[in-house]
């Protein structure tokens, strides 16, 4: 039997579960909300209990690397746990260390996160298509080859990104198209290497205009988003739609705060809340 890709898994669990993902960010203030010391002891209390309340709820976690690196070696051993845990209760975890590099660097970084059996092992990551699309080429092949998936940030919500993501090509294939538009096309394209499409996939903030990077989304409906900016940052999700036109049907609906910051007594009806107001609103 022929293992499932990662487009097949997260079809079902959108079907399972619906698109909502929790993302687990151990910011500090967090922690003190949740009455957790802000050191390895309070990460790891904080992230098992928050992948216990999304098990049966939603189907896809988002845990933020950053906020694990920060205590060194003991976060990476609380995030190998998250993993394992995670990966027994049939959770998508998607790794988001948003990695970027070139050559034998970038190999080194996609094995650690998309090798199976690596301590680190994840479902997909995201990474950075901002030294060129083809330096991820080999981390491509190793997500498609292992199974597993890839986001590439395209268009993001932070002020400073616009200026480069919406500057136009001058030349070669992507003529004409914006930098993130490019992103969408050459993700596009290494999708469908796979049947059923949906493997790669892109970095869209919700909060964004698209059309200002030039994106027409239902010009890309077989390719997976991953997008925040959902609940906290301030997008609606009733206007999900409006937003991202065909690519709804395979959008990732990362929250973190909004269902978060209620703290660990009401994290399981929180996340109740948000996944049936999510998919009520993409139904």
């Known amino acids: 039997m022929i293992d499932p890709g990662f487009g097949e898994r997260l ?48 189907g896809i976690i988002k845990p933020q690397v950053a906020f694990y690196e920060r205590h060194g070696s ?31 660097t970038m190999e080194a970084y996609a094995s650690t996160w998309l090798t199976p059996g690596s301590a680190l092992e994840a479902d997909a990551l995201t990474v950075s298509p901002y030294l060129g699309t083809g330096s991820l080429t080999q981390t491509v092949n190793l997500a498609l080859k292992g199974n597993k998936g890839l986001f590439m940030l395209a268009a993001t919500s932070n002020p400073e990104a616009a200026a480069l993501q919406q500057s136009r ?67 609606r999700i009733e206007d999900a739609r409006a937003v991202f036109g065909s690519m709804t049907r395979n959008l990732i609906v990362a929250e973190t705060r909004s269902v978060l910051a209620v703290g660990r007594g009401g994290v399981v009806e929180s996340i109740t809340r948000r996944a049936n107001e999510v998919a009520d609103a993409l139904s």
Do not use: M
């Not at 909300?33 to 309340?53: C, I, K, M, Q, Y």
């Not at 993700?187 to 499409?197: D, F, G, I, V």
């Open 74 to 104: 003991r976060g990476y051993e609380v995030l190998e746990l998250l993993f394992e845990r995670a990966r027994n209760s049939g959770l998508i975890v998607i790794a988001d260390a948003k990695r970027g590099d070139i050559g034998s």
């Open 169 to 235: 090509i001058a030349d070669g294939p992507h003529k004409g198209e914006t930098v993130a538009q490019s992103i969408l096309s050459d993700a596009e394209q290494w999708s469908l290497k796979r049947e059923p499409a949906g493997s790669i996939g892109v970095v869209l903030g919700a909060t964004l205009e698209l059309e200002e990077f030039g994106i027409n989304p239902d010009d890309y409906p077989s390719v997976p988003v991953l997008a925040p900016g959902f609940g906290f940052q301030g997008a």
């Open 11 to 58: 079809g079902a669990a959108f079907s399972e579960y619906g698109h909502l993902c929790v993302g687990i960010d151990p910011h500090p203030f967090l922690l003190k909300e949740w009455g957790f010391n802000d050191d390895s002891a309070g990460l790891r209390e904080f992230s098992l209990r928050v992948v216990d309340a999304c098990v049966d709820r939603v």
